[in-house]
């Protein structure tokens, strides 16, 4: 079946303490990018990645990692989480063209206390 | 610079009637695609439709249609005969081909079938 699988879907965790959320496609697509959502604000691009080892800054990267050392594989990393990181984030994947539909993943429920 | 405008926040509608969501958009870009997505209460993220900036005829996908006017720069959705499952957010999204191929989201619709 293809599709884009993230752990842990639910994370509570406290200031500072260093996270990961993982993202996993199995459809062979060369784009990934992680979204955040909140309310109000719809979803924000954190950061995207065209293929292995291109990374570029979406919207609201800062306080965000990642790395692309596989192509199925896109891990979004919290060095230092804050309260303002509470969010909905969502990975995503595609082929690299302006028509192609994003799959997402079921999303991660984030709480930083 | 690139923007994607959904300019009502929630709306009700009574089961059974068409009901059509507004989306405008903003780029200098030629190609670029349009996308709308669905979130139900559960939370994933559904795609729904897609229209292509040169497409010369509107989307269609079932119920979903895609009101596509390039000269206004909206992309509007609308959908038939609305059913009680049919409430959810949407989120209209675009793409557009250039270097940095960034993906933008409208801060979403959320509507309510009334049965």
């Known amino acids: 079946e293809a599709q884009v699988t993230q752990n842990p879907r639910y994370l509570i965790t406290v200031t500072g303490k260093k996270l990961t959320v993982t993202c996993s496609q199995n459809?062979?697509?060369?784009?990934m990018s992680w979204y955040r959502q909140d309310p109000g604000l719809g979803l924000r691009q954190i950061y995207y990645s065209m293929n292995v080892e291109v990374t570029d800054k979406g919207d609201v990267p800062e306080g965000y990692k990642v790395s692309r050392k596989e192509k199925r594989n896109f891990p979004l990393i919290l060095e230092s989480p804050s309260p303002n990181q509470t969010s909905l984030y969502f990975c995503?994947?595609?082929?690299?063209?302006?028509?192609?539909?994003?799959?997402f993943g079921p999303g991660t429920r984030l709480t930083v206390l | 610079a690139q923007k994607i405008t959904q300019t009502q926040p929630g709306m009700f509608v009574q089961e059974k009637e068409a009901v059509t969501l507004d989306c405008t958009y903003d780029t200098s870009d030629p190609s670029y695609g349009l996308f709308w997505y669905k979130q139900p209460s559960s939370g994933e993220m559904i795609f729904l439709i897609y229209?292509?900036?040169?497409?010369?005829q509107n989307a269609t996908e079932g119920r979903y249609s895609l009101n596509f006017q390039k000269a206004r720069k909206s992309a509007n959705l609308v959908i038939s005969a609305s059913q009680l499952g049919d409430s959810a957010m949407y989120f209209c999204?675009?793409?557009?081909?250039?270097?940095?191929?960034?993906?933008?989201f409208g801060k979403g619709t959320r509507l309510h079938i009334l049965p």
């Open positions: 999204a675009m793409r557009i081909q250039n270097r940095d191929d960034k993906i933008i």
């Open positions: 995503a994947s595609s082929f690299p063209d302006y028509t192609g539909v994003q799959y």
């Open positions: 459809m062979n697509h060369e784009y």
């Open positions: 229209q292509g900036s040169y497409d010369q």
